[in-house]
């Protein structure tokens, strides 16, 4: 059963840093920052603020050996994501949406009983930047603030609002509304602002989470999910990029099945010869499957901007089509949208100079005490406490172990 969504058009801008702590194996608190360093390459490739010299990146890789936390990182992403977004899905659709599976780090006894913790920064638009942090214990919500800072030269944070255990503090932008600030203590402020009011930087906060797109491929049941446009020039454009990637397919439709209404079977129509050949999705290639899964939320974020967040990305992509979907990111001329990627990958065939910048590296692994750990590579120092620079031998370092996240390449080597 293929689910059909059709699509608003809008436009938004970045994630600049993603923060937590004491979330599933993550014990410690780490970062996720996509604001761009001084490495070398790509300059042209960077998203510039419009109102600041401020620079980020249009993608991340998180790398490292299985059950490292790479996973866990998105997750955590995933689980502020539904934690704010569920109750608005509710209040639009009646379609009530379990709590997000979250955990605290389980090998130690105070983390165990500890709250978790999360920060977002990111920017909406070109004229503010918004801070949202969110404390959990037990399904409760202990704390959570919202701020934001205007982008010119000499603005100060402002509040929007705070809450912690003495109740919820109204910023100054909201305060001259009529506000119940009596809610449930597993309830988002934020969502509940959203649901009950119509206020401006509620909605402009809200609008781009609605525009964060979490595609988990580790789950056999998101491929059945497939995001399709009413509009003829998307899908004009989709049929496009499939072809300039060796999908030769001339048409593709969904069929209801005459069996089971609201049910669909998607066919693609391959022309040969001049004669027409109509193929159901599943007698395609898991990789065709896969692309085709994935490139609508490519164009999607290319036409009206976004965050593209894929568990798994290379699975069942040739390593050539997985480069291709990073470059279109990478290019200015097609990216003018500020779309971001941020996906997961075990492929070291692209952990090279020619794809990323040390930056857009990051690295998950787990330390002695069992929890994970995130650095970047522009983090790391070599034997002359140099930053790794564009001519080293990414792929090859790591799998020599040089950085810290051991894919288990030199452990296999001394197998007897």
């Known amino acids: 059963k293929y689910i059909i969504i059709t699509l608003e058009r809008r436009v938004i801008v970045m994630l600049c840093q993603f923060t937590f702590k004491n979330f599933k194996s993550y014990k410690n608190e780490v970062t996720l920052d996509l604001q761009a360093t001084k490495a070398i390459g790509f300059n042209e490739s960077l998203l510039q603020s419009a109102n600041d010299k401020e620079r980020f990146l249009p993608v991340s890789v998180i790398y490292g050996p299985n059950a490292g936390g790479k996973s866990n990182v998105l997750n955590a992403f995933?689980?502020?994501?539904?934690?704010?977004?569920?109750?608005?899905?509710?209040?639009?659709?009646?379609?009530?949406?379990?709590?997000?599976?979250?955990?605290?780090?389980?090998?130690?006894?105070?983390?165990?009983?500890?709250?978790?913790?999360?920060?977002?920064?990111?920017?909406?638009?070109?004229?503010?930047?918004?801070?949202?942090?969110?404390?959990?214990?037990?399904?409760?919500?202990?704390?959570?603030?919202?701020?934001?800072?205007?982008?010119?030269?000499?603005?100060?944070?402002?509040?929007?609002?705070?809450?912690?255990?003495?109740?919820?503090?109204l910023g100054a932008c909201i305060n001259k509304h009529s506000i119940n600030t009596e809610v449930n203590d597993n309830m988002p402020f934020l969502s509940f602002l959203y649901i009950n009011y119509k206020l401006?930087?509620?909605?402009?906060?809200?609008?781009?989470?609605?525009?964060?797109?979490?595609?988990?491929?580790?789950?056999?049941?998101?491929?059945?999910?497939?995001?399709?446009?009413?509009?003829?020039?998307?899908?004009?454009?989709?049929?496009?990029?499939?072809?300039?990637?060796?999908?030769?397919?001339?048409?593709?439709?969904?069929?209801?099945?005459?069996?089971?209404?609201?049910?669909?079977?998607?066919?693609?129509?391959?022309?040969?010869?001049?004669?027409?050949?109509?193929?159901?999705?599943?007698?395609?290639?898991?990789?065709?499957?896969?692309?085709?899964n994935i490139l609508p939320f490519v164009l999607l974020v290319m036409s009206e901007g976004g965050i593209l967040v894929i568990d798994e990305l290379d699975a069942k992509l040739h390593p050539k089509l997985l480069k291709f979907l990073v470059m279109l990111f990478k290019n200015p001329e097609i990216n003018t949208k500020n779309a971001q990627l941020i996906f997961t990958s075990h492929d070291v065939s692209t952990m090279k100079s020619s794809v990323f910048r040390t930056d857009e590296i990051w690295f998950a692994c787990k330390l002695s005490d069992e929890s994970s750990e995130l650095y970047s590579l522009a983090d790391i120092r070599d034997e002359n406490n140099n930053h790794i620079q564009p001519s080293a031998a990414f792929d090859k370092q790591y799998l020599e172990g040089r950085y810290g996240a051991d894919p288990y390449f030199q452990n296999m080597m001394e197998w007897k």
């Not at 949202?132 to 000499?154: A, C, H, Q, T, V």
């Not at 998607?266 to 001049?274: A, E, K, M, P, Q």
């Open 200 to 292: 401006e930087p509620i909605n402009i906060v809200i609008d781009w989470f609605e525009h964060c797109y979490i595609r988990d491929y580790s789950d056999p049941d998101t491929e059945q999910h497939i995001l399709v446009s009413d509009d003829a020039e998307f899908k004009e454009n989709l049929i496009k990029l499939l072809n300039s990637v060796g999908i030769n397919i001339s048409n593709f439709e969904f069929v209801e099945r005459s069996s089971k209404k609201e049910t669909y079977d998607l066919v693609f129509d391959h022309t040969v010869n001049d004669r027409t050949f109509r193929l159901n999705i599943d007698l395609e290639s898991a990789g065709t499957q896969k692309l085709f």
């Open 78 to 169: 995933g689980f502020v994501y539904s934690l704010v977004m569920n109750p608005i899905s509710l209040f639009k659709t009646s379609n009530r949406k379990p709590m997000a599976k979250w955990s605290t780090f389980a090998f130690d006894d105070a983390s165990r009983d500890s709250a978790a913790e999360f920060e977002l920064f990111f920017r909406p638009n070109n004229e503010f930047e918004y801070k949202y942090f969110i404390k959990i214990l037990e399904n409760k919500i202990i704390e959570e603030n919202l701020y934001r800072l205007k982008l010119k030269s000499g603005s100060r944070i402002t509040d929007v609002f705070e809450r912690n255990n003495n109740g919820i503090k």
